[in-house]
């Protein structure tokens, strides 16, 4: 219902979100502009009085001095006979020529306020600004539910093409977007009526006033007090009159000046409800904030982008092979949720749905994210879930176990879990053998044993299905091949071996798209072949077995090569495979995407810790650097004289500031070092990087990377935090293998 809320009404109303927020860019734009046309002031440095002065030896004629909130001056002024306009220097009082709003600004704005229709136009603009608002937080909800939680919001994001664009895209603009929606509703509404408007009556004009000799304007006491800061307009008396006042108004509230005495009249003071209505003017329209200007500029930006993803993404959903009836969950027998890190888990779950459905039950199917409180009508619960890294919840399943605290399970309720995963990872489809504990915790009975699926096989999702069916009492012909990946060759074109002399044979292998016509080895990488960032996975498929093999890379698509670091394991078959490849030699390989393996964007540290060849991608992480954020390497090998995997490299990037600082530890030297001992040398400067929001990154194998989580439980401690608080924040990262 949530997705239906949040993608109906973008197909609908495309046309005049994308009108509106092309308008509202070039509109953010003009804030930016003002301000670069002024000279900011400080505070004190020239008062309303001084200003009045200079315009007035100037202007003899002046009739009014506005101010903007950008600072921009302007006077309007009578000579001889004829109006006039001038933007002013508030230092000399002289012109800085005739002041004349933008043409195409004023343009933009009506088309922008109203499509150029008047009053039908506003009404459309406003019903657009709702809709906006509707998106925004229907989108802002089930971001944070793929996410797994508002914590992770900032977490990067599995899988790939529309679908992450999309996603990637509204993380980055939702606030822009929600706030300037949320205000243009609010302002639309006003308009029409449909919400009070603000009262914004001025002072009473003073019953008496001196009627004396009139000072100089640059002699008025109440004027001298005003910052030029403050200033938003000052309205001049009638001339030849006495008994006319000046007419006051700054940021503060509005008054007059008795023009003999210079004494202040009548001052009120702006009311909460006029300076919030202030606040939501300049919050949609960046007036005098040139910087929020470019945000919402740039927010907007993304709009049209995010209804071509979005109106892809709606056609996917309604394909043939997407489109299955979904029952509510109080209204639903048997409910199916999903937990899965690439999508492939879904496509099982799409057909367990369809044969469900078809056998007449009434089938809700949902992410492990969605957990409900309770099932109100189900007697059975079916998990369908993959693992993610080393043992942990795919990206739609980490909110599941927090949600199950509060589950409340009928009697009735049984429950089966099937696991999908890789018996190459040594913690084989750990979170649903995790998930089918927590069950049975909880009190749920199983309906059958908890089943796991090795490499996506089709066979055993076919007989796991014949076992369901069995246990339901209905036939159940589940069949699913998942869509193969898209693989391609690579031709070797260099390679450097490390640790011959220390009995670990390590190589650091490069390769490049085979072109068919040889002329340009590349190109047809860039036409056929995703995208990758160092950190992703190359699938290798060895001639011997297609079960493929996966290795970190240490490269990403910009650097034109696939990079890999890989030791030969004794009796390996494609490490031993891969060591064996010469220079023109070619593989076939695909990529899969490791979107939640990656340092983060900003400022902060980022501690990378690796041992053997789990440095390929932290290299990689490193060469990416190009922002010279602050990046620490804990690495651990066996001798620097033979397996110093990556030592020119990284010496140049400790000499370009790439890299922050370098730590080493080689377990067959003199010193005799494990990556744990640097760690516990350096406690006090990495719990002082911790406590200042860095993240950690670690790579390796599973008993390497078990010693450096007991190593930072210490380190953590005094700040009462543990290793799994930095990893529910996405500060502690791991790829194990």
């Not at 950190?535 to 077995?545: A, K, N, R, T």
Request: with cysteine; hydrophobic share 40%.
């Amino acid at each position: 219902m949530l997705r239906k809320l949040h993608g109906l009404p973008g197909l609908i109303a495309a046309l005049f979100l994308v009108m509106l927020a092309v308008t509202g860019a070039i509109l953010a734009i003009a804030p930016a502009l003002d301000r670069a046309g002024v000279s900011p002031l400080s505070a004190g440095e020239i008062s309303v009085a001084e200003l009045a002065g200079r315009v007035v030896d100037n202007y003899p004629g002046t009739e009014q001095i506005v101010r903007d909130l950008s600072g921009q001056v302007v006077v309007y002024y009578s000579r001889n006979g004829q109006p006039g306009a001038d933007r002013i220097d508030p230092t000399t009082g002289e012109s800085l020529g005739a002041y004349q709003p933008s043409a195409f600004f004023v343009w933009i704005k009506n088309l922008h306020r109203s499509f150029l229709l008047d009053t039908p136009g506003r009404v459309l603009a406003g019903v657009s600004a709702v809709v906006m608002l509707l998106i925004c937080v229907s989108g802002l909800v089930l971001l944070v539910r793929r996410c797994g939680g508002w914590r992770a919001l900032m977490r990067p994001l599995a899988g790939s093409g529309s679908a992450r664009l999309h996603a990637e895209l509204a993380r980055l603009a939702t606030l822009g977007l929600l706030l300037s929606a949320l205000t243009g509703s609010y302002l639309s509404a006003q308009r029409f009526g449909l919400v009070p408007e603000v009262s914004s009556l001025g002072p009473d004009f003073p019953a008496e006033v001196s009627g004396g000799q009139p000072q100089p304007v640059d002699q008025l006491q109440a004027l001298s007090g005003v910052d030029l800061n403050d200033l938003r307009e000052l309205v001049f008396p009638y001339p030849g009159d006495p008994r006319d006042v000046y007419s006051l108004t700054t940021t503060a509230g509005a008054g007059f000046v008795d023009q003999s005495t210079g004494e202040l009249l009548q001052f009120r003071r702006r009311s909460v409800g006029s300076q919030a209505q202030h606040w939501i003017m300049r919050l949609h329209t960046a007036e005098g904030l040139w910087w929020w200007g470019l945000i919402l500029g740039i927010s907007a930006l993304a709009v049209p982008v995010l209804s071509v993803t979005g109106a892809v993404i709606w056609w996917r959903r309604r394909s043939p092979t997407t489109a299955i009836d979904n029952a509510s969950a109080a209204e639903a027998d048997v409910i199916v949720l999903v937990g899965s890190e690439g999508g492939s888990t879904r496509g099982f779950a799409r057909v367990l749905q369809m044969q469900l459905s078809g056998a007449g039950f009434r089938v809700h199917c949902a992410e492990m994210n969605a957990l409900a409180p309770s099932y109100p009508q189900a007697s059975k619960l079916l998990i369908m879930t993959s693992t993610y890294g080393d043992g942990d919840a795919p990206a739609s399943g980490r909110q599941f176990m927090a949600r199950l605290g509060d589950f409340k399970a009928g009697k009735a309720l049984k429950y089966a879990v099937l696991g999908f995963g890789d018996r190459q990872f040594p913690r084989f489809c750990q979170f649903a053998l995790d998930v089918d504990e927590a069950l049975s915790d909880k009190g749920l009975s199983r309906l059958q044993p908890v089943e796991l699926i090795d490499r996506c096989s089709p066979a055993r999702f076919s007989q796991w299905g014949d076992q369901l069916g069995a246990a339901l009492g209905t036939s159940l012909s589940l069949s699913h091949e998942p869509s193969p990946p898209a693989a391609f060759p690579l031709e070797l074109v260099d390679r450097v071996d490390y640790g011959q002399a220390v009995n670990a044979p390590t190589s650091i292998l490069r390769f490049r798209p085979v072109d068919e016509g040889r002329s340009s080895l590349f190109r047809w990488g860039r036409k056929r072949i995703p995208d990758f960032e160092a950190g992703d996975l190359l699938g290798i498929l060895p001639p011997e077995d297609q079960k493929a093999r996966f290795y970190s890379l240490a490269s990403s698509a910009r650097d034109g090569v696939f990079e890999i670091c890989v030791r030969k394991q004794p009796g390996g078959l494609c490490s031993g495979y891969l060591h064996d490849l010469t220079p023109g030699d070619c593989v076939t390989a695909f990529i899969r995407h490791n979107s939640g393996f990656r340092p983060a964007s900003g400022t902060v540290p980022v501690i990378l810790i690796g041992a053997g060849a789990g440095i390929g991608p932290l290299a990689g992480f490193i060469r990416n650097n190009s922002a010279r954020h602050p990046m620490y390497l804990y690495w651990g090998g066996r001798n620097p004289n033979s397996d110093f995997l990556y030592q020119p490299e990284l010496g140049h990037y400790l000499a370009d500031h790439r890299l922050t600082g370098l730590s080493t530890a080689f377990s067959r030297s003199d010193e005799k070092a494990y990556v744990q001992d640097k760690l516990r040398q350096d406690q006090t400067a990495l719990r002082q990087m911790v406590d200042t929001g860095a993240q950690i990154l670690v790579c390796g194998g599973r008993d390497m990377a078990a010693g450096v989580k007991q190593v930072f439980e210490e380190i953590l401690r005094p700040l009462s935090l543990g290793v799994e608080d930095l990893r529910e924040q996405g500060r502690y990262l791991e790829d194990v293998y």
